[in-house]
């Protein structure tokens, strides 16, 4: 691979661990997702509720998005 190839692929918009379980989710279960953070429940519980059925997140993955520090914010 040419270094050129590498900064093509480096600058691929990719979605961070928290966009891809949410990517993952059936359209009812975003949709619930993203009331639940409109209604402002905090990310603990949030958390517990995505593991409770069986999804796999993170805390830290979770709060990278949130603060935009995650990999798929430019
Ligand atoms: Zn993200």
Redesign the pocket.
């Known amino acids: 691979m040419t270094l050129k190839d590498r900064f093509a692929q480096a600058d691929v918009h990719q979605?961070?661990a928290?966009?891809i379980t949410v990517n993952a989710m059936t359209p009812e279960d975003q949709k619930a997702l993203a009331e639940a953070w409109d209604k402002g429940m905090s990310q603990r519980t949030i958390l517990r509720v995505l593991r409770a059925e069986g999804y796999k997140t993170s805390n830290e993955a979770i709060m990278?998005?949130r603060k935009g520090e995650?990999?798929?914010?430019k």
């Open positions: 979605p961070c928290y966009m990278a998005h995650c990999k798929c914010v």
